[in-house]
């Protein structure tokens, strides 16, 4: 069974910066797409961050430059750096894999994943 635990959420003041992990077990497809979504109060969820079994990302133009998605070289495990903290990151953030992923448009990333964690909580102070 896959089972996704994200980690490393917390509050943080702006300008700061915060790295999540996401725990996984359970996928049989080494390939499968991995990625982050958030969730800010209020407001719809949005994937943030995508990458491949080679590392090979693309982003969200509202992260594009402050968030770096990357991938640990000897499990399934993979990391959201975040940069440069503002207000408007506060959200709930969501890792998530396999599924399709059908490419970026209008800077938006069109990902269906097929298995979520359950969120970890990102609080940036003013």
């Known amino acids: 069974q896959v089972q996704l635990v994200e980690s490393g959420g917390g509050t943080v003041e702006s300008g700061g910066s915060l790295r999540l992990s996401c725990e996984v077990s359970?996928?049989?497809?080494?390939?499968?797409?991995k990625g982050w979504f958030r969730q800010p109060p209020g407001k719809e969820r949005e994937g943030v961050a995508i990458?491949?079994?080679?590392?090979?990302?693309s982003y969200a133009d509202s992260v594009k430059g402050r968030f770096t998605i990357s991938l640990a070289n000897v499990n399934h495990t993979f990391y959201l750096e975040i940069n440069n903290l503002r207000p408007e990151d506060t959200a709930t953030y969501y890792c998530?894999?396999?599924?399709?992923?059908?490419?970026?448009?209008?800077?938006?990333?069109?990902?269906?994943?097929?298995?979520w964690g359950q969120g970890t909580q990102v609080t940036v102070s003013s």
């Open positions: 998530a894999v396999g599924g399709q992923y059908f490419g970026i448009r209008a800077g938006r990333l069109h990902f269906e994943p097929s298995y």
């Open positions: 359970g996928i049989s497809n080494s390939r499968d797409y």
């Open positions: 990458t491949d079994s080679v590392g090979r990302a």
